[in-house]
Structure formats: structure tokens, C-alpha cells
């Protein structure tokens, strides 16, 4: 099965600083990777698919990047309701579609 | 709306056996893909099993291969998750996803709101 890292686990920011959080995949995925935010005691949801397609409906300060094996997700400035837990999951081939640990966003 | 409802979960001893339930509506649901992704107490997300539109294709994590089964009744826009021989380990918030696929990439655009399935003694 193919493995994610993400990094940092966790990070403190402030408002209007830019953030970014990177997932690495254990054998080239291409472009197969998501982004979701889950905020606590809610549902996950997505944020960015094809490495780099925004959503509907999402802000444009997030932005996604990448290809192979190495991806980030930038917050341009974050802002109060951006202060959430982050995975990335890739979609590469066959399932098991795996999820990365997580990087919770906390308020500085 | 597309919505997901789930349903099911609860306090099983372990060795038990629970059947969660999930109630599609706002979008045809056997056009799609479905999955089923948990998350334990305080954890990250686990992406357990999922399923193709008319229920011909199945795969699953190998931590509950054997013991888990997912199906679906399209007539009835719903997806099932039958779970056996629990463990502490499958204690965790159990949700419903859509998969919506893009050519060949595949996205989880939505989620219920997740039902919580407890394996204690």
C-alpha cells in the first residue's frame, strides 16, 4: 500500500500568515492527491483534488502543488476559521486510497 | 441537497457484531461510488472499504479484510458497512463518503456526519 507522510504533525500560526504543509507519498502518485480540512467534531471536507484543482465554493488563499511523490498545500493569509486538522489522500490506482496523518493548524 | 445520513453505531463487546446504515438523498446514488473512511478517538483518518455503483467491485483495507463487508441497494440509496468479530482497534467515528470521480481521479466531495461505534467489554 502506498504510504503519506505529512509535515509538520503541527504548527502554531497567527492570523494572516502564510502557511504551508507538505505530503509525501512512499512511490510516485502523480497528480492523485487530495487535500481535505476537518474542522473538530465535524466531517472532513475537500478542499483541493488533482493536486491542485480548487473546489467549488473554497477560498482562492488556498492554493495546492505538486506531482510524483512530493505535494503542498499553502494557506495564502490565514485566517480565524482556516485553524483545522489538514489531510492529504491519494487516489493512485487500485484502493486502498490512503490518508496522511494529519497536520493540526493552531492558533499562535 | 446531497446529503448522507448514518446510522448503526453504538457499544459492542468486542468479538460483536454491528451493521452501520447510510441514507443517500439530493443525488443518484447509483451513479456512484461509495466508501466508508473511520477515524478513532483523537486520530487521522482511515480509509476502510469501498464500493462500485451497481455493487460488483469491492476493496478494503487489509485490517478488515474478512471481517467486514460492504454492500448497497441502490434501490433503497443506501450503503451498508457489516461489521464482524470487533476489536478495540475498530473503535472509531465511522463515516459515509461520495466518491466522485474526475476521469480517473476519484475525490471524496461528501460526507455524512459520521456515526461512532464503540468495542468495549
Known amino acids: 500500500d502506498i504510504r503519506m507522510t505529512q509535515s509538520p504533525s503541527s504548527l502554531s500560526a497567527s492570523v494572516g500568515d502564510r502557511v504551508t504543509i507538505t505530503c509525501r507519498a512512499s512511490?510516485?502518485?502523480?497528480?492523485?492527491l487530495n487535500w481535505y480540512q476537518q474542522e473538530p467534531g465535524k466531517a472532513p471536507k475537500l478542499l483541493i483534488y488533482v493536486a491542485s484543482t480548487l473546489q467549488s465554493g473554497v477560498p482562492s488563499r488556498f492554493s495546492g502543488s505538486g506531482s510524483g511523490t512530493d505535494f503542498t498545500l499553502t494557506i495564502s493569509s490565514l485566517q480565524p476559521e482556516d485553524f483545522a486538522t489538514y489531510y492529504c489522500?491519494?487516489?493512485?490506482?487500485?484502493?486502498?486510497?490512503?490518508f496522511g496523518q494529519g497536520t493540526k493548524v493552531e492558533i499562535k | 441537497e446531497v446529503q448522507l445520513v448514518e446510522s448503526g453505531g453504538g457499544l459492542v463487546q468486542p468479538g460483536g457484531s454491528l451493521r452501520l446504515s447510510c441514507a443517500a438523498s439530493g443525488f443518484t446514488f447509483s451513479n456512484f461510488w461509495m466508501s466508508w473512511v473511520r477515524q478513532a478517538p483523537g486520530k487521522g483518518l482511515e480509509w476502510v472499504a469501498n464500493?462500485?455503483?451497481?455493487?460488483?467491485?469491492?476493496y478494503y483495507v487489509d485490517s478488515v479484510k474478512g471481517r467486514f463487508t460492504i454492500s448497497r441497494d441502490n434501490a433503497k440509496n443506501s450503503l451498508y458497512l457489516e461489521m464482524n468479530s470487533l476489536g478495540v482497534e475498530d473503535t472509531a467515528v465511522y463515516y459515509c463518503?461520495?466518491?466522485?470521480?474526475?476521469?480517473?481521479?476519484?475525490?471524496?466531495?461528501?460526507w455524512g456526519q459520521g456515526t461512532l461505534v464503540t468495542v468495549s467489554s
Open positions: 489522500q491519494q487516489s493512485y490506482s487500485t484502493p486502498p486510497y490512503t
Open positions: 463518503a461520495r466518491e466522485e470521480s474526475f476521469g480517473s481521479y476519484n475525490v471524496y466531495d461528501c
Open positions: 512511490q510516485s502518485i502523480s497528480t492523485y
Open positions: 464500493i462500485k455503483e451497481d455493487g460488483s467491485k469491492t
